[in-house]
């Protein structure tokens, strides 16, 4: 039987990511704790993101590759096929495998962890299904659901999200994809190479979030090579006996499904959040301080995708870190965020790592690009399609940020979010090695032609000179 009233020193609501890494380090000070949990177990990364939509892209990037085998001398690829129910059942396998382990990390915690929805009657008191738990601290980290405009309730299921995607057993013939950022290039992309015919629907001329106007013309126009793209007009859907019809404009198409991801919503509803005594954004979510994660000056935090700022998981890591910390201690800390990292698992990766095209001044920044049509490896790999572009301050060659539509972007991403963390120029990544034939010579390049574009360009080798007081002489 249920204690009516328990006392803790944390309350945690969510048992996604930000809530579970947010007990790593509340452990470390005390075990005087409860995880709350309302809906099903599993991180939405492990159970409807980023592992079952990898595993998804993976399967679809394999049979795509069918493509190239004639050129490269393999015979009969053309008569592969694929069966769609084998899979879904087969990313359904692996998605089970990675929220069954997070499941398990859920479960250890025992009478800890309670099921039910937590309340706020007061800053620190909650009311879990009659339950009535005090605490000294709150985490809220109670995630976000895909947005469906309620216009198109009325089609049933026929309209899909990322969250109930995954558990299809079958796929249609025809989709829309109705917003094109990380979601929908992903699975709008994947659904092509399956073979099914996808409209990729977009309210703005935007794709993935880019926001330098060459990467996003490459980046259309290599993504409308293998998908249909709608972009910049409002869209119109309506009964057309089984299936959808979309309008914009002078164009209109007949679908038998429409994947909706135009968004998500915090999780913030029938939570009392109004009884915290702070203002509410129009969102829902209470005002609060982006560097501590605390709400006003109450000994309350709010993590991950609820608090809508970063919602990637490695950022909502980083949040349940935060959140944990100060949770419990006296005083908040601020905490300095990581450069800024965001990778679209299309093909070509779309990729940004630190300040944007958008963020900059364009008059006191050196911009260089690199294009792949004709790069060594990303021909031999028949990847050689995109472009990447630099910028840095001109005069001193610090690199500030970079946006790509690329192969291998993920890893070049990476690469370049380290150097700008580290605040490296231009030429000290020139004196790194590059080996070869690899995609990173395809950086070198735009760095080289980055550097003669820098106010203090000296044309010398890109090669550390010798310090005279570490050289050993000949006796």
């Given at each position: 039987?249920?204690?009516?009233?328990?006392?803790?020193?944390?309350?945690?609501?969510?048992?996604g990511?930000?809530?579970l890494?947010?007990?790593?380090?509340?452990?470390?000070v005390t075990?005087n704790?409860?995880?709350?949990?309302d809906?099903?177990?599993?991180?939405?990364?492990?159970?409807?993101?980023?592992?079952p939509?990898k595993?998804?892209i993976?399967?679809?990037?394999?049979?795509?590759?069918?493509?190239?085998?004639?050129?490269?001398?393999?015979?009969?690829?053309?008569?592969?096929?694929?069966?769609?129910?084998?899979?879904?059942?087969?990313?359904?396998?692996?998605?089970d495998?990675?929220a069954?382990?997070?499941?398990?990390?859920?479960?250890r915690?025992?009478?800890?962890?309670?099921?039910?929805?937590?309340?706020f009657?007061?800053?620190?008191?909650?009311?879990?299904?009659?339950?009535?738990?005090?605490?000294?601290?709150?985490?809220i980290?109670?995630?976000?659901?895909?947005?469906?405009?309620?216009?198109?309730?009325?089609?049933?299921?026929?309209?899909?999200?990322s969250?109930?995607?995954?558990?299809?057993?079958?796929?249609?013939?025809?989709?829309?994809?109705?917003?094109?950022?990380?979601i929908g290039?992903?699975?709008?992309?994947?659904?092509?190479?399956?073979?099914?015919?996808?409209l990729?629907?977009?309210?703005?001329?935007?794709?993935?979030?880019?926001?330098?106007?060459?990467?996003?013309e490459?980046?259309?126009?290599?993504?409308?090579?293998?998908?249909?793209?709608?972009?910049?007009?409002?869209?119109?859907?309506?009964?057309?006996?089984?299936?959808?019809?979309?309008?914009?404009?002078?164009?209109?198409?007949?679908?038998?499904?429409v994947?909706?991801?135009?968004?998500?919503?915090?999780?913030?509803?029938?939570?009392?959040?109004d009884n915290?005594?702070?203002?509410?954004?129009?969102?829902?979510?209470?005002?609060h301080?982006?560097?501590?994660l605390?709400?006003?000056?109450?000994?309350?935090?709010i993590?991950?995708?609820v608090n809508a700022?970063r919602?990637?998981?490695?950022?909502?890591?980083?949040?349940?870190?935060?959140?944990?910390?100060?949770?419990?201690?006296?005083?908040?800390?601020?905490?300095?965020?990581?450069t800024?990292?965001?990778?679209?698992?299309?093909?070509?990766?779309?990729?940004?790592?630190?300040?944007?095209?958008?963020?900059?001044?364009k008059?006191?920044?050196?911009?260089?690009?690199?294009?792949?049509?004709d790069?060594?490896?990303?021909?031999?790999k028949?990847?050689?399609?995109?472009?990447l572009?630099?910028?840095?301050?001109?005069?001193t060659?610090?690199?500030?940020?970079?946006?790509?539509?690329?192969?291998a972007?993920?890893?070049?991403?990476?690469?370049?979010?380290?150097?700008?963390?580290?605040?490296?120029?231009v030429?000290?990544?020139?004196k790194?090695p590059?080996?070869h034939?690899?995609?990173?010579?395809?950086?070198?390049?735009?760095?080289?032609?980055?550097?003669?574009?820098l106010?203090?360009?000296?044309?010398?080798?890109?090669?550390?000179?010798?310090?005279?007081?570490?050289?050993?002489?000949?006796?």
């Amino acid at each position: 039987m249920k204690e009516k009233n328990i006392d803790v020193d944390v309350a945690v609501i969510g048992a996604g990511t930000s809530g579970l890494v947010a007990l790593r380090e509340i452990q470390k000070v005390t075990k005087n704790f409860v995880l709350i949990q309302d809906g099903p177990y599993g991180t939405t990364c492990a159970r409807v993101g980023c592992m079952p939509s990898k595993a998804f892209i993976q399967i679809a990037d394999d049979y795509h590759r069918r493509a190239f085998y004639e050129q490269q001398g393999i015979r009969g690829g053309q008569h592969l096929t694929a069966d769609i129910p084998a899979v879904m059942r087969r990313v359904r396998e692996l998605r089970d495998q990675f929220a069954g382990g997070m499941m398990k990390k859920t479960e250890r915690f025992g009478e800890k962890f309670i099921k039910g929805r937590a309340r706020f009657l007061e800053p620190t008191v909650l009311d879990v299904d009659g339950q009535t738990i005090r605490a000294k601290s709150v985490i809220i980290a109670t995630g976000s659901h895909p947005i469906v405009p309620d216009a198109w309730r009325k089609f049933g299921a026929r309209i899909w999200t990322s969250d109930n995607f995954f558990e299809l057993e079958d796929l249609p013939s025809s989709v829309a994809v109705i917003g094109l950022g990380v979601i929908g290039l992903e699975l709008g992309q994947a659904l092509a190479r399956l073979g099914i015919d996808v409209l990729g629907v977009a309210r703005s001329q935007h794709l993935g979030g880019i926001s330098d106007p060459v990467v996003l013309e490459s980046a259309a126009e290599i993504i409308g090579r293998e998908m249909t793209l709608w972009r910049g007009q409002p869209t119109e859907l309506s009964e057309s006996g089984d299936a959808i019809t979309l309008t914009a404009g002078t164009q209109s198409k007949t679908v038998d499904a429409v994947l909706a991801t135009i968004g998500r919503r915090p999780n913030v509803d029938d939570m009392g959040l109004d009884n915290l005594g702070v203002p509410l954004r129009p969102d829902g979510v209470p005002e609060h301080d982006p560097d501590t994660l605390q709400i006003g000056e109450l000994p309350v935090f709010i993590a991950g995708d609820v608090n809508a700022a970063r919602p990637i998981l490695h950022e909502a890591w980083d949040d349940g870190r935060i959140a944990g910390y100060n949770a419990v201690r006296e005083e908040a800390a601020c905490f300095l965020r990581r450069t800024p990292l965001h990778v679209i698992f299309s093909d070509p990766n779309i990729a940004m790592a630190g300040q944007m095209h958008k963020d900059l001044d364009k008059d006191a920044v050196a911009t260089s690009e690199i294009r792949f049509e004709d790069q060594a490896r990303a021909l031999i790999k028949n990847e050689n399609a995109g472009i990447l572009r630099l910028y840095a301050t001109p005069a001193t060659g610090r690199l500030l940020g970079t946006e790509m539509c690329a192969p291998a972007g993920e890893h070049l991403a990476h690469l370049l979010a380290w150097c700008i963390q580290q605040k490296l120029t231009v030429h000290d990544m020139l004196k790194m090695p590059f080996y070869h034939p690899v995609i990173e010579e395809g950086l070198r390049s735009a760095l080289e032609d980055l550097a003669r574009t820098l106010h203090d360009h000296v044309d010398v080798p890109d090669l550390a000179f010798c310090d005279e007081t570490s050289m050993s002489g000949l006796t």
